[in-house]
C-alpha cells in the first residue's frame, strides 16, 4: 500500500509540474507576443501629418529662419517677413489653412521633420544626396552656390595655400560646414549654431572669413559696410527646396502641384520682387529664382 501511494504522489507531483512548466512557457510566449505587437505597433506609427490631417486641423507648421534678413526673419513688429515666409504664406491660403511659423537653425531642420515639430521646413534648405536619404525634398524654387565674405582690410579670394592659423566661420549642419570639411580638411571651421551668431563672430574678428550659401553673404555684405564677398561661387550649383518628412507622399505631391502652378503666374519673381529686390536689386534675380521647379 505504502509502494502503491508513493508511486501515485510521484505521479501526481510529475503531471503538477508538467502542467506548470507548459503554464510558464505560455505566459512566456504570450509576453513575447504582446512585446512584438507593441514594437511593431510603435515601429509603424508615424510623426509627421498627412495633407489631410493639416486640412482638418485647419493649421500647418512650417520651419523659417527668424534671424536671417531677407530669406526670413521677424520684423520690429514682430511678424514674420522674407523670401521664405512670402512663399509660406501663400501655401498657407491656397491650402485654406492658417500658417504656424516654428523658428528653426540650419542644423535643427531634419530633426524637426522627423520629430514632426513641423510640417515642411522653408528655410534655405539646399538639396544633397546626404539630406534626402533623411527628409524628402519638392521641386526646387532657387538656385545657390556657397560663398565667402571677408572684411575688406583682407579679402578672402582663394581657399587655396591657406594659413593654418586662420579660422573660417561656418553655420553648424550647412552645406558650407560639408564642403569645407570634405574638401578643405586643413582649413580651421569655427562652427556656429545659428546666422546671428555666426554674423557677430565675423564682426569680432572670430575667423578671417564666412563661408555660406552665397546668397546669404552676398545680402550680408550688401547691408554691411566694410565687407565684399571674394568668392562668389564655391563648389557645385545647387538648389534650394522645401522639404518634408520621409514618406509624406500626400504633402509632398501637393507642395510640388503647388510650385508647377506658381509658376505659372511668376510668382517667385513677384515674390523676388517683393522681398530680395531692396537687397540684390534687379540684376540677380533671373540668376536666382526657379519657376515651376524648372531649373534653367
Known amino acids: 500500500m505504502k509502494n502503491g501511494k508513493l508511486k501515485k504522489l510521484i505521479t501526481l507531483a510529475t503531471v503538477v509540474a508538467s502542467t506548470f512548466a ?15 505587437d507593441s514594437s511593431a505597433k510603435k515601429d509603424s506609427e508615424t510623426v509627421y501629418r498627412t495633407l489631410d490631417e493639416i486640412k482638418k486641423d485647419g493649421t500647418i507648421n512650417i520651419g523659417v529662419f527668424s534671424d536671417k534678413n531677407p530669406f526670413g ?12 515666409v512670402y512663399f509660406a504664406n501663400r501655401i498657407g491660403e491656397d491650402l485654406g489653412v492658417k500658417v504656424n511659423f516654428v523658428s528653426t537653425e540650419a542644423a535643427n531642420r531634419i530633426e524637426y521633420l522627423q520629430t514632426g ?5 522653408l528655410a534655405n ?4 544626396d546626404e539630406r534626402a536619404e533623411e527628409v524628402d525634398f ?6 545657390v552656390a556657397l560663398g565667402v565674405v571677408s572684411p575688406d582690410s583682407n579679402i578672402i579670394k582663394s581657399l587655396d595655400n591657406w594659413n593654418s ?51 546669404e553673404v552676398i545680402a550680408f555684405a550688401l547691408q554691411n ?34 510650385i ?18 531692396d537687397t540684390y536689386g534687379k540684376d540677380y534675380e533671373e540668376e536666382l529664382v526657379v519657376e515651376g521647379g524648372a531649373v534653367q
Open 117 to 121: 515639430k513641423v510640417d515642411l521646413i
Open 260 to 277: 508647377k502652378s506658381l509658376g505659372d503666374e511668376q510668382f517667385f519673381h513677384k515674390d523676388y520682387e517683393e522681398t530680395l529686390v
Open 138 to 143: 519638392a521641386l526646387p524654387y532657387m538656385n
Open 165 to 215: 592659423k586662420d579660422q573660417m566661420i561656418v553655420i553648424s549642419g550647412t552645406t558650407a560646414e560639408t564642403y569645407l570639411t570634405e574638401n578643405y580638411p586643413d582649413i580651421p571651421l569655427q562652427k556656429y549654431d545659428s546666422y546671428a551668431t555666426a554674423k557677430n563672430a565675423l564682426e569680432n574678428g572670430n575667423g578671417v572669413a564666412w563661408a555660406n550659401d552665397n546668397t
Open 225 to 258: 559696410k566694410g565687407y565684399t564677398v571674394g568668392i562668389s561661387e564655391l563648389g557645385n550649383k545647387d538648389t534650394i527646396a522645401p522639404a518634408v518628412s520621409k514618406g509624406n507622399d500626400t504633402l509632398l505631391d501637393w507642395v510640388n502641384e503647388e
Open 22 to 36: 507548459l503554464v510558464a512557457c505560455g505566459s512566456s510566449s504570450s509576453d513575447d507576443s504582446k512585446g512584438s
Open 125 to 128: 534648405f539646399t538639396v544633397t
Open 73 to 84: 526673419y521677424v520684423d520690429e513688429n514682430g511678424e514674420y517677413q522674407g523670401y521664405d
